[in-house]
């Protein structure tokens, strides 16, 4: 399976989640203002839908970098330190520094699983992303490794304490920046558990 066919399966993945949390995301839970929150949302709807599509672009870029990664012979330490320059929540966090390492400890963990479990889809020879994990994983296998993709906001909850996430509003609210790092970090576990769902809904229909 080429890497450009393997792309192709996780862009539809991070656009999944991404998704998923522009809807679950809750203004009225960083904002505090009496409106109705579906009113609050409507009036924040433009500067969400950007704020979004910036965290997008971040998962996008740490995606694209695993699979080119797995394409590659190694991990070497450029590509761990790309993918850290390239997590958003890594980049907001301002913790002390043996913290700090900690977490990227964790995230780079995560970022060299993710890279050796792809590896051998981009290698093989199927042109179909399931019929090339069928090949490659039991049934059992593929769902937890492909599910643990869908785990990161299991490491970024361990770190909201000390991260800074804001959002600049241009609205005709008094309010010209919100802090919603906690907010960010429900809606994308959201996401990733709905990602969870459909992937075992998908693993059943492909090993029939």
């Not at 924040?44 to 971040?58: H, P």
């Not at 590659?72 to 390492?101: A, V």
């Not at 906001?153 to 509003?169: A, C, G, P, R």
Request: proline share 2%; net charge negative; with cysteine.
């Amino acid at each position: 399976m080429t890497e450009k066919a393997v792309k192709k399966e996780f862009d539809g993945y991070v656009k999944s989640i991404s998704l998923r949390a522009l809807d679950e995301l809750d203004p009225s839970a960083v904002v505090e203002i009496d409106i109705p929150a579906d009113r609050l949302k409507s009036i924040l709807r433009d500067e969400i839908r950007q704020e979004m599509a910036r965290v997008k672009g971040g998962f996008q870029e740490q995606s694209d970098l695993i699979i080119e990664t797995a394409s590659n012979s190694e991990i070497t330490d450029e590509d761990r330190r790309k993918f850290l320059e390239s997590d958003l929540y890594y980049s907001n966090y301002f913790g002390d520094s043996d913290r700090k390492k900690q977490f990227g400890d964790e995230l780079t963990g995560y970022f060299e699983e993710a890279v050796e479990s792809v590896k051998p889809l981009v290698e093989s020879d199927h042109d179909s992303f399931w019929d090339c994990v069928k090949e490659v994983y039991e049934k059992d296998e593929a769902v937890r490794l492909l599910k643990k993709h869908f785990r990161r906001s299991e490491i970024l909850e361990k770190y909201t304490d000390e991260m800074v996430l804001t959002m600049s509003l241009d609205s005709s609210l008094p309010i010209e920046e919100i802090e919603y790092t906690e907010e960010s970090v429900r809606v994308f576990a959201e996401g990733e558990r709905h990602m969870r769902k459909r992937l075992e809904e998908q693993a059943e229909m492909a090993y029939r």
